[in-house]
């Protein structure tokens, strides 16, 4: 059941620490593979893929070379830089410690190309190339080294190119080991991805992150034992949404149940409610609160209203006297939270309704919060015997899970997972959708994110389209959830900048009656 099928287990997709990356090159070394040519094969890859950007390389090109092995890439695309005609210079900041670096370096002095004695200008208009630490580095950079790439990371008319990981950058944290660290427009990331590079902290560093194939065989990967993918928008052409036979009963084409919205903010409801029906979800139903329960027949008539909420006297919703009226055995997933407003009162009172409730149950926003302010706390999710999937930003996270602690929000979402026993979707830049085995980041998707009411819109539609899967598959795991986020996100980003929650909204409509289409034809 929990075998991967989306994305795939292939050197472009799965993420790895430093660690996991080391191992998984002394086992290539140990089973015969010299390591002279997996370095040669990197270097060799990184200037093919320099040479197909000529512009970048018209005003020579100086490699920063470092002491280890990254500095032995460094030098090999000196070479095949120099020897394809292109002016090329070196500088070695520290003193070269690995053999085959040095090989690598006298020889390039051999053939010509010119060794630095003093560290390069700033201001030049070549092409710098950061080869002086990668994958191995552990420890703060010398500050002088960063300053001088930094500026010229701000001299708008040339560019940086980190090789592997950019120097000074941590790549398990994807923060610098210090304050600071080379910032790049682009990283070429040789073998497989390292998990600092796909991490929020790691974005004003990394510029373009690029992946460079050496072809680690997928024996090698599938032994991986954490799986984390990276998945972008690319991997949308592999989702493949079910089709819902045309004449079958709307109870059958996914049941699902919105509780959103309060006298406070009734937007919020509305917007969870758009999210649903874009899914394409059989059967909407939904407890809101008077104010949108008056007038959404005018804007979503499909819309099944099952009960209304009454309020607090601060516009709160109250949950407890919908709740005890309402059989949610009825449907395959209720989704809970969205503008409900805080009301620890009523949380007591209703939490028992959503622990027993055996279907999908996907939590969001005040729900979150009220969980956090309650005496049960996170215990709720352990409390809770069913499919429990969760959408925290970061904030939210640290107020329902104070005692977890990683360095990265990857490491959050997977702890909290495993401990918990939930879905996780870890709100952020670049999101991440986590269950106790496995975690997918999303990636390129960062600049999709800060709207106001995104996150409305989308616990409406991964109740719609969880709904319409789970009445194919009654254990359907978080790569469905995965595959939901990234289709909201897509649908952002297909809006013009400025757009708000409900135009995406129809564009998520839109994305998904398409999809269905191309499937169908
Ligand atoms: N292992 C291999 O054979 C391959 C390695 N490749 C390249 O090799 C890199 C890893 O090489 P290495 O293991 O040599 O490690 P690095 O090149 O990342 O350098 C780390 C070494 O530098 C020293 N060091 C670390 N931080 C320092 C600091 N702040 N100041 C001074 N010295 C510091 C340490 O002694 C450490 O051994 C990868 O990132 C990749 O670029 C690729 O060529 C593919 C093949
Ligand atoms: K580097």
Redesign the pocket.
């Known amino acids: 059941m929990n075998e991967i099928v989306w994305p795939t287990i292939d050197s472009k997709h799965l993420i790895v620490d430093s660690k996991q990356m080391l191992i998984v090159?002394k086992e290539m070394?140990s089973d015969g593979m010299p390591?002279e040519a997996?370095?040669e094969k990197?270097?060799i890859q990184i200037s093919r893929w320099l040479l197909k950007k000529k512009p970048l390389l018209k005003n020579g090109i100086t490699v920063f070379i470092?002491?280890?092995?990254?500095?032995?890439?460094g030098a090999v695309i000196a070479r095949e830089l120099f020897l394809k005609g292109f002016y090329v210079q070196v500088w070695c900041p520290?003193p070269i410690?690995?053999t085959l670096t040095n090989d690598h370096l006298n020889y390039l002095t051999s053939i010509g190309v010119t060794k630095l004695v003093e560290p390069p200008d700033a201001n030049g208009k070549d092409l710098w190339i950061d080869?002086v630490?990668?994958?191995?580095?552990?420890?703060?950079?010398?500050d002088r080294l960063i300053k001088l790439f930094n500026q010229k990371f701000h001299n708008k008319y040339s560019k940086v190119i980190s090789?592997?990981?950019p120097t000074g950058l941590c790549p398990d944290k994807g923060q610098p080991f210090l304050d600071k660290a080379v910032k790049a427009d682009y990283t070429l990331a040789?073998?497989l991805n390292k998990i600092g590079l796909t991490q929020d902290s790691a974005l004003p560093f990394i510029g373009e992150l690029h992946h460079i194939d050496?072809g680690v065989p997928i024996s090698k990967l599938s032994k991986v034992d954490k799986k984390i993918f990276k998945v972008t928008y690319k991997d949308l052409k592999n989702i493949d949404l079910p089709s819902l036979p045309k004449n079958s009963n709307k109870y059958k084409r996914g049941r699902t149940l919105l509780i959103a919205g309060s006298e406070k903010y009734p937007g919020a409801a509305y917007l969870a409610l758009k999210g649903a029906i874009s899914s394409g979800a059989g059967y909407v139903s939904a407890v809101l609160p008077e104010v949108v329960a008056e007038s959404i027949w005018q804007v979503a008539p499909e819309i099944v209203l099952k009960d209304i909420m009454q309020s607090n006297q601060n516009g709160n919703a109250s949950l407890f006297g919908a709740l005890k009226n309402i059989d949610l055995s009825a449907f395959d997933s209720v989704a809970v939270g969205p503008g409900i407003g805080i009301d620890n009162d009523d949380w007591q009172k209703s939490k028992d309704y959503l622990l027993d409730y055996g279907g999908l149950l996907i939590l969001d926003a005040d729900a979150l919060n009220r969980i956090s302010e309650s005496k049960l706390g996170a215990n709720f999710f352990l409390e809770r015997k069913f499919k429990t999937w969760i959408t925290p930003h970061s904030k939210e996270f640290r107020r329902l899970f104070p005692n977890i602690n990683s360095s990265t929000n990857l490491g959050l979402a997977l702890d909290a997972a495993k401990e918990f026993n939930i879905g996780i979707l870890f709100k952020g830049a670049n999101s991440i959708v986590a269950d106790s085995k496995k975690v997918w980041q999303l990636f390129g998707t960062d600049s999709q994110t800060a709207r106001a009411g995104l996150g409305d819109l989308l616990s409406g539609f991964i109740a719609g389209s969880s709904a319409i899967d789970l009445t194919f598959c009654r254990n359907i795991t978080a790569e469905y959830f995965a595959k939901y986020v990234l289709l909201h996100s897509f649908a952002a980003s297909k809006c013009k900048k400025g757009s708000n929650a409900s135009a995406i909204g129809d564009e998520l409509s839109k994305l998904m009656r398409n999809k269905k289409m191309r499937q169908i034809s």
């Open positions: 090159e070394f390591q997996l370095m990197a270097g470092g002491p280890g092995h990254n500095g032995g890439d520290f410690k690995k080869a630490f990668g994958n191995n580095q552990t420890r703060k950079v010398d090789i592997d990981i040789i073998g050496v």
